[in-house]
């Protein structure tokens, strides 16, 4: 892609742009914003200003041409998510935003590259401007672990002084104008004593770039000085600055770390990769939050989209899922979680565009989809999640639209993931390489497993930082070939220990991926139990797995009928219906147990046999239910029932 690089001349935004070079992006242009009253330094949300008047030096270091504007600093709107209206009084964002388009006008660039590490606040509005503009934003050091980051701009042969200092254990007099190196045991010291951040991110100090391996030339400080504030906050005004001719031995990219090669997932077991990616990325602990308060769960089962092509279809599952939320007395914000079940992938770019036009807002839901041989006609089947929640229930929505090494970002209208109180939510994860949004190569699929599962595993540590993936209730693994069934079960084995996992096989996944894992996860506060049973008769084997914690406010029942014979016998609708009252009986032992949730995944393979049974019992049972055909399932499976209670 053509990238415009968003820089305040700091370590950050710098060695962003080296990562975009490592992963093969173009840098054509570079773009800044400073005050619009020759303030050295000015209080701003959103920009670093000091040291502005350095920002043309390295536009010549990089040799790459510069875009400038004035900008006043102020944040009209200070909430985390940032929604522009044209009435709104004028904010710093929309300063960015004029700046990037006439950047768009001149270069027709693809992506804004910019040094965001941990602020959501930050990060949200760049993503905003970006997509108004159409253009990708590119963040790769999205979360990272800030010791090991700040150890490789070091390695990488990056020179950055600091500027400014501004907290506790750093002053003026001593710190200003030390290099990253000089400062990086001070910083470890004060994060070990204080919590600080080592790179600087809480605002404990700025930096400005003298040298790094994209610089043609290196900066020099002919003079200086230094204004104090405080005892702690200072910073430095540039008066002379010098460009000097690099030698031959300056350092390149080749000193560059490449941070996703940096671990072979082929040559690591799962477990090994997912504790590796959990030291490689920071997850701030949360606020803690009252739990207090009722939730009324609310599904919207068995929407089905028809019509004589999918575009109409899209446009009558669209409408029916509008008419169902006005019904129920719920907003579509309300909705938390949509499964998407599609006749054809192939379809999938159309039905989004339809899909996009309802429900593309602020934080829209999770989702997932698959395509799998629904019934003729149909060309879209939905089933939804929602919820109406009193004011102490926490609500949380990661909503991460950036490119970085972090996880995928969200390429459409839904949100990686969805907390409500004690219950989350992730959507549908692929084996995607999260820096360069692409799946392995040689369709390797152990590769793609594991790469599944660790985007799956960094999700749930950014929505619900305690949690991790040993904390989910119930996975279903999609597949698209049921010979990768035993080798998924093998490696999820270990990693699922006290949970549920449902294997589906389906016709295909987005982007031609062989797996994908969507999870649902409990709070781990309280204690969860795990019991299976397993029945048989001649005709059939019944497997249940029931989850519940200790007050019994939450639990999944699942249900999993295999033939226990090569040839069915006539009677297996009996046998069918028998083993179907065992797992109604397990799910109603309490007798305030009430399901929320019923999905059923049922085998083509056997629909002449099964799907006029399950459709007359689960009618008779008066319970929402949703059938769902499977191109297979677990040891050539007939059916798999899961009931879900949510607390």
């Known amino acids: 892609m053509r990238v415009v690089g968003l820089i305040s001349g700091g370590k950050d935004s710098i060695y962003n742009l080296m990562q975009c070079k490592l992963e093969g992006h173009e840098l054509v242009a570079l773009a800044n914003l400073y005050p619009n009253d020759d303030r050295e330094e ?6 670093q200003t000091v040291g502005y008047s350095g920002i043309e030096m390295i536009a010549t270091a990089l040799d790459l041409p510069l875009y400038r504007r004035k900008t006043s600093g102020t944040s009209q709107k200070i909430e985390q998510e940032y929604l522009f209206t044209p009435d709104d009084p004028a904010d710093e964002v929309e300063d960015l935003y004029d700046l990037l388009q006439e950047v768009k006008t001149v270069h027709n660039i693809d992506a804004v590259a910019s040094g965001a590490i941990l602020s959501n606040y930050q990060r949200c509005r760049v993503e905003n401007v970006c997509n108004r503009l159409h253009l990708t934003s590119l963040s790769y050091l999205w979360r990272r672990n800030q010791s090991e980051l700040l150890q490789e701009m070091i390695d990488s042969g990056m020179e950055a002084i600091l500027i400014k200092v501004a907290t506790l254990g750093l002053t003026p007099e001593k710190h200003l104008g030390k290099t990253i190196r000089e400062i990086q045991p001070e910083m470890i010291k004060l994060n070990n004593m204080y919590g600080v951040n080592i790179c600087g991110e809480g605002g404990e100090y700025e930096t400005f770039t003298l040298d790094c391996p994209l610089f043609k030339y290196r900066i020099s400080v002919a003079d200086k000085r230094i204004v104090s504030a405080s005892n702690d906050v200072g910073y430095i005004v540039f008066e002379k600055l010098a460009l000097e001719k690099k030698g031959a031995e300056s350092p390149n990219l080749n000193r560059v770390k490449k941070f996703y090669n940096s671990l072979d997932y082929a040559n690591y077991s799962t477990r090994e990769i997912l504790e590796k990616t959990r030291l490689d990325f920071e997850h701030p602990a949360p606020v803690v939050k009252d739990h207090s308060g009722l939730i009324e769960w609310i599904w919207l089962p068995r929407i089905s989209g028809k019509g004589k092509d999918s575009v109409e279809a899209a446009k009558d599952a669209m409408v029916q899922l509008e008419k169902s939320a006005r019904d129920l007395k719920i907003s579509m914000k309300d909705i938390l979680f949509i499964n998407i079940f599609v006749k054809s992938m192939k379809d999938f770019a ?275 239910f949703v059938l769902i055909p499977a191109v297979d399932l677990v040891d050539n499976g007939i059916v798999t029932v899961t009931f879900i209670k949510l607390g």
């Not at 000015?42 to 920009?47: A, E």
Request: proline content about 6%.
């Open 42 to 47: 000015m209080d701003s949300y959103m920009f």
């Open 350 to 624: 159309k039905i989004n565009a339809i899909y996009s036009s309802v429900l593309n807002f602020a934080n829209p839901p999770a989702r997932a989809c698959v395509e799998t041989q629904l019934p003729d006609n149909t060309w879209i089947l939905l089933e939804a999640f929602a919820a109406i929640v009193g004011d102490n229930i926490p609500k949380d929505c990661l909503h991460i639209q950036g490119i970085s090494h972090w996880a995928p970002s969200n390429i459409g209208p839904y949100s990686q993931g969805k907390r409500l109180g004690r219950t989350a939510i992730v959507s549908g994860q692929i084996g995607l390489i999260p820096g360069s949004m692409s799946l392995p190569p040689n369709e390797n699929f152990l590769t793609e497993f594991k790469l599944s599962l660790r985007n799956t595993d960094c999700v749930i540590k950014s929505l619900d930082p305690p949690s991790n993936i040993t904390n989910v209730s119930l996975a279903i693994c999609y597949l698209t070939d049921s010979i990768l069934i035993p080798q998924a079960a093998l490696e999820t084995e270990n990693i699922f220990s006290n949970a549920i996992v449902n294997f589906v096989v389906v016709s295909a996944l987005p982007r031609n991926a062989q797996v994908e894992f969507q999870v649902l996860l409990h709070s781990p506060e309280r204690p969860r139990e795990k019991q299976e049973f397993t029945y048989n008769d001649d005709n059939l084997i019944l497997r249940i797995q029931k989850l519940s914690n200790e007050s019994d406010d939450f639990g999944i029942v699942s249900g999993t009928i295999t033939p226990n014979c090569e040839l069915l016998s006539e009677n297996i609708q009996e046998a069918l219906i028998n083993f179907l009252n065992k797992i109604t009986e397990v799910v109603y032992s309490q007798t305030d147990n009430k399901a929320d949730h019923c999905r059923i995944f049922y085998n083509i393979n056997h629909v002449k046999i099964i799907k006029t049974v399950l459709e007359d019992y689960f009618k008779k049972l008066n319970v929402d």
